[in-house]
């Protein structure tokens, strides 16, 4: 068990990335000079960013989406490893997760772009594969072996977390929170010893609000939900989640799905896959799978019922 001094200095500092901010909590002693810690911090999402994105043309994910097919491409270290583990978790999840969504995130207008309606169509149109049927990695080369619009937007944020803690840690912060958009690692305790506080949101669309509290140590947390960026299709909201048999966003879902594990980039991924699933199915592979889990859903009264999986939410 890591302690800290109870009487350290708060530090808390926080820089945009992704479209959103991230944000990091630690102890020091006190005239400790955080200046560096700050600049690698922001690096380090910066690195994510400019490798991931979807929104900067010049990205080493569009570079990889705009290379012909069947030929090797040479992609970064910390993309090949969140490719990997997308697969990975696309392939555990029966394709519920698939990080080969790119083209109907575009046509649906949660790109950079309007929604297209031509793309649309042609997007529920596809004759679709899941991305682990159409990616090769070999080390840091990445190859498709058909036409294929890679998206880790499901996962790099919490990637991004994940990397925001090993910064911490490499310039030897033992306990701290770190956190994206929501999406959080805690790692080490609080300066008084106990875990460190997390609010579960409540799917609510008009303001923020807590649902429940999780105490964690050493884990990651994020949520997948239905209530902070939607589309609206004839009077309909839909998910920004898309339904990956349908090429379209979820037309039934929980209102969201929160998930617990040792990596944020992990938790991120299964809350999406859980997400498409639904808290029937969703939940029973949450049980196989050994995942701690809670699924809120909301009744036609619009009120909450949750299924929690897991000792975290039994």
Excluded at 249 to 262: D, F, G, I, M, N
Excluded at 289 to 303: I, V, Y
Aim: aromatic share 6%; charged share 20%.
């Amino acid at each position: 068990m890591s302690k800290m001094s109870t009487d350290g200095a708060r530090r808390a500092l926080n820089g945009p990335t992704m479209g959103t901010r991230w944000s990091a909590l630690f102890f020091t002693a006190p005239g400790f000079d955080a200046g560096a810690i700050q600049i690698a911090l922001q690096a380090a999402v910066d690195e994510v960013d400019a490798q991931m994105s979807t929104w900067k043309a010049g990205s080493d994910l569009m570079r990889l989406n705009a290379a012909p097919v069947d030929q090797w491409v040479a992609v970064p270290a910390r993309l090949t490893e969140v490719l990997r583990l997308g697969l990975e978790i696309g392939r555990a999840s029966g394709g519920a997760f698939d990080i080969g969504m790119g083209d109907a995130v575009k046509a649906w207008g949660f790109g950079p772009a309007a929604a297209v309606p031509a793309g649309i169509r042609a997007a529920m149109a596809a004759q679709r594969h899941p991305a682990y049927e159409l990616l090769d990695l070999d080390g840091t080369n990445a190859r498709k072996r058909a036409p294929i619009a890679l998206d880790l937007n499901g996962i790099a944020k919490g990637y991004g977390v994940d990397c925001l803690a090993e910064i911490l840690r490499d310039h030897g912060i033992a306990d701290g929170l770190v956190g994206i958009d929501g999406e959080m690692r805690a790692f080490g305790l609080r300066p008084d010893g106990q875990a460190w506080t997390i609010a579960v949101e409540a799917p609510d669309r008009a303001c923020r609000t807590p649902h429940s509290l999780l105490a964690l140590e050493n884990a990651a947390v994020a949520t997948s939900g239905d209530y902070r960026h939607w589309v609206e299709v004839q009077g309909r909201r839909l998910s920004h989640t898309m339904d990956p048999k349908r090429g379209a966003p979820l037309v039934t879902s929980p209102a969201s799905v929160t998930v617990v594990a040792q990596s944020c980039a992990a938790a991120d991924a299964w809350a999406t896959a859980l997400m498409v699933l639904g808290p029937e199915a969703g939940a029973e592979l949450a049980r196989q799978r050994g995942l701690e889990a809670l699924f809120l859903s909301r009744d036609a009264a619009e009120n909450l019922r949750s299924v929690g999986i897991g000792r975290l939410f039994a």
